[in-house]
């Protein structure tokens, strides 16, 4: 591959390739030597400035960065450097990818044939089905300069630009034992790519919902049976040891011929 080309800067075989945003990301794609191209070089992208899903939250980054990841390169940069909920929220979602290897700064990529474009389950591959029943919450913490609120646990599963989300019923006024007991299903194609997000939602018929804890981790260390999710504060971005979600998880595969 040509790399001043595609807008690289390059000088030698051990070089640092510094891929820019825009058009260069669609010939990552068309060029099947991309990865060649990074087999003795380090690449780094910039994901800023090329979002075009309209997925909410941090994930926008989170797409980028796996698309670049399955393209052949090692070095994504994310700016955590904010206090905002969307740089927590980044920041969540970052440790979430990386807790597959122990939070030792990197992670070993699928070597299976990979589409970045083809996210949503496709007719004959390989499937998993995983079920997440909520069953109930622990002391969840109340928006602020509120005592009491009006709780609902959103589930985002996402996959890079595969993404679907359900939301359970409102319990009135409880956010110290809510109970609310409902299934979801659903249905994915690569768990290794795939970050399983949980937000505890403030529901006022006078205010707009508002996000008050979540949490978040990948498909891939998901374990079967009744497990507790901690949350994180949406105001701190802490881990707070005493706020619960409890829920029963079902993870299993399927091959569609």
């Given at each position: 591959i040509n790399a001043e080309y595609m807008g690289m800067a390059s000088t030698t075989n051990t070089s640092i390739i510094t891929i820019p945003s825009g058009t260069a990301r669609d010939q990552i794609y068309k060029d099947k030597g991309c990865k060649q191209l990074f087999q003795?070089?380090?690449?780094?992208?910039?994901?800023?400035?090329?979002?075009?899903?309209?997925?909410?939250?941090?994930?926008?980054e989170?797409?980028?960065?796996?698309?670049?990841?399955?393209?052949?390169?090692?070095?994504?940069?994310?700016?955590?450097?904010?206090?905002?909920?969307?740089?927590?929220?980044?920041?969540?979602?970052?440790d979430a990818r990386f807790s597959i290897n122990g939070g030792s700064?990197?992670?070993?990529?699928?070597?299976?044939?990979?589409?970045?474009?083809?996210?949503?389950?496709?007719?004959?591959?390989?499937?998993?089905?995983?079920?997440?029943?909520?069953?109930?919450?622990?002391?969840?913490?109340?928006p602020r300069n509120m005592g009491s609120?009006?709780?609902?646990?959103?589930?985002?599963?996402?996959?890079?630009?595969?993404?679907?989300?359900?939301?359970?019923?409102?319990?009135?006024?409880?956010?110290?034992?809510?109970?609310?007991?409902?299934?979801?299903?659903?249905?994915?194609?690569?768990?290794?790519?795939?970050l399983v997000l949980f937000r505890v939602m403030s529901t006022s018929m006078l205010h707009q919902d508002e996000c008050v804890a979540e949490a978040c981790m990948p498909m891939s260390s998901v374990r079967n049976g009744y497990r507790t999710v901690n949350l994180v504060s949406t105001v701190t971005g802490a881990t707070m040891k005493l706020s619960q979600i409890f829920c029963l998880f079902d993870l299993r595969s399927l091959v569609v011929a």
């Open positions: 003795n070089r380090l690449g780094k992208a910039d994901p800023h400035g090329i979002h075009t899903s309209r997925t909410p939250g941090s994930m926008l989170y797409n980028a960065m796996i698309e670049y990841w399955y393209a052949g390169v090692q070095i994504i940069p994310l700016d955590l450097s904010g206090n905002t909920e969307s740089h927590r929220r980044l920041q969540m979602v970052s700064g990197y992670v070993l990529k699928n070597m299976k044939p990979f589409s970045p474009r083809a996210h949503a389950p496709s007719a004959t591959s390989m499937r998993w089905i995983m079920s997440i029943r909520i069953l109930e919450g622990w002391n969840l913490p109340p609120f009006n709780p609902s646990i959103v589930v985002l599963v996402h996959s890079g630009k595969y993404s679907e989300s359900k939301q359970t019923k409102v319990v009135d006024f409880n956010g110290f034992n809510p109970e609310w007991d409902q299934e979801f299903v659903f249905e994915v194609s690569d768990p290794s790519v795939t």
